[in-house]
């Protein structure tokens, strides 16, 4: 582990001793947000970012140490391991390096070279590559016999095994990867015939599409490769001047000008052709897939945290309302908690038009449940059913908001949904999925595949593992950054918490159904299957609000409540005064209270706790209105200036929902009056904004948006 400490502190540029205590905490069964939050000294306080790349990069180097010994042990049973190969392996960590040192004595299936050797032609190869005999006739012949017909034969069988030895130098395959490294050119043609197709329309753009492979932007790559794997689309990369490569090539391997040297120059350039352009064009698309995956994965990441971490409610009373025409709006009533009191269905638009009826319906369910707010779904008739209800007169202020239906069908068909609401159909689940996002988004949002959210680009393009695992991380990041009401949350929520899982959420939400709510953290102890490391890892996301130890429904970890203790005694008195009184906790001297496990990071951390004990990091929410005005893309008029939710995130710039079916789009450039590289450091998903309408093609439902100058 020394050696990779050092490899990964090297690469990035961190003290060595940081990334083995990192790693040290990771292989002991820490997670990510617990050593992020809690052992700050042993990391120097490295957030969560950083802890998780030491993670994957530790991870990769172990794969390429298994690697590596596996190559060694086929490279030894074939009697081939030198002392100076074993060296060179051994002080490989260079994936590409590696492979190519492994390609000669890498097991082939039946190649042309190994057809050409079984016939006895290798001895004719090596002759050619002296290049010093301009009498090859009369050498040749010597090798026409057996399954060799005729000299043309041998030649080309001898070339072939040359090919095979140039196409294995390492050298050769570097100068290759060079030149495609400078050069490469990313090329895509429509299929001969597809041209008409419905489904190419989309990929217009790039029928006749060339561009430098280190310019192609992420979701311009995705985009041609998925028109690719849709028979929409031929692609190539190669290098702007092949000329060029097969020069070096030639340079490297043909000496001389005789007729053994021409041979030679044959082979090369065979061996270009199809051997080593093949390959390394293969080797630079799979990095650049890579690389595209990798940033719209990130940028997936980036959305769904912010979609997460939207502003919630919090604890009250919500109707909430699925829309819809024809089948009406169905009507669900919870509690504070999310619980469902009462559902039904109004009709206020056409076809039934029950306008009046439903009026009545919907103020009397707001007087009878109490409502403080109520949630419409975004979809169908959203802003017939808003316009409906804020003409209604209640008996009380009621705040109403339009929430994002993306997912809740997804949602109020899953296994989740049918576990908590067996009794009843996929409306009534899709609406109280409504209701509840408007409550708390981070609680309702991890029932559903992030994928499904909306929020992403290119998802199901990119590679599904490593997307998994950014999401999951995210949405553990998220879980543990505004910690859980042990005694409310589903075990769904309970799952991403540090420490916890399927089973242990499970036996939680058992635990409580069977003996009441918690009332300590302490009695977690006793929930089935929570031993001391999970202990340890959950408590301090945990939060018991109302118990008798207020610390229970803090941030700060059990393992320091004798530190909070202390401090209070210091000050004679309890710790409930402490939180209370800020005079007293301004008295507090931090450095006091260091010893060799607790240093001034973890002080701060508590000391800042205690001010606002369990404190959510969420912003406030706030009550937005689109532009009465606009209704359907008809209404847009370009220079229109108008109020609208940014709702995606992509490298390109950001869609924005003004209230009708189409997403307006403000590119990247029409972003700011400066030059914006990044969307994210100007916008961010579910942000307010003005836009100005700068052009509208209702033939392709698309809006142009712009944020200049407003």
Known sequence: MEQFSQMIADALKLPVHRVENTLKLLQGGATIPFISRYRKEATGGLDEVQISEISSRYEKLLELSKRKETIQSTIESLGKLTDDLRRRIDGCWDATELEDIYLPYKPKRKTRAEAARQKGLEPL????MLQRENALDAYVKNFVKGEVKNEEDALKGARDIIAEQVNEDEQARNQIRHQFSRQAVISAKVVKGKETDEAAAKYRDYFDFSEPLKRCS???????????????????????DETECTDRLERRFVRGNNECSRQVCEAVNDAYKRLLKPAIETEFAALSKEKADDEAIRVFAGNLRQLLLAPPLGQKRVLGIDPGFRTGCKVVCLDAQGTLLHNEAIYPHPPKSEYQLAGRK???????????????????????????????????????FVVSEDGASIYSASKT??????????????????????????????KIDAKSIGVGQYQHDVDQTKLKEALDQTVESCVNLVGVNVNTASSHLLTYVSGLGPVLAKNIVDYRTANGPFRSRRELLKVPRMGAKAFEQCAGFLRIPHAENPLDNSAVHPESYPIVERMAADLHCSVSDLIANRELRSRISP???????????????????????????????QVFEFDKNVRTIDDVQEGMELPG???????????VDLGIKEKGLIHVSQLADRFVSDPTTVVSIHQHVRVRVIGVDRERKRIALTMKGM
């Open 591 to 621: 450095e006091k209270y260091v010893t060799d496990t607790v240093g001034l990071p973890t002080l701060t951390d508590i000391l800042q706790e205690l001010e606002k004990p369990g404190r959510d990091p969420r912003q406030k929410i």
């Open 362 to 400: 919907l103020v009397k369910l707001v007087e009878q449940y109490r409502i403080e707010a109520i949630a419409i779904g975004n979809g169908t008739a959203s802003r017939e059913t808003e316009q409906f209800v804020t003409s209604q007169r209640f008996d009380r202020e009621i705040q109403v």
């Open 125 to 128: 190869a090596a002759w050619l």
């Open 218 to 240: 992420s979701h311009r790559l995705l985009a041609i490769r998925r028109g690719e794997a849709e028979g929409i689309l031929k692609v190539s990369i190669t290098p702007s």
């Open 645 to 655: 939710i940014v709702t995606n995130i992509t490298n390109f710039g950001c869609f």
């Open 417 to 446: 949904a049918r576990d908590e609401f067996p009794d009843y159909d996929v409306t009534v689940r899709g609406a109280v999925s409504i209701g509840r996002r408007l409550m708390d988004p981070l609680a309702e949002l991890v």
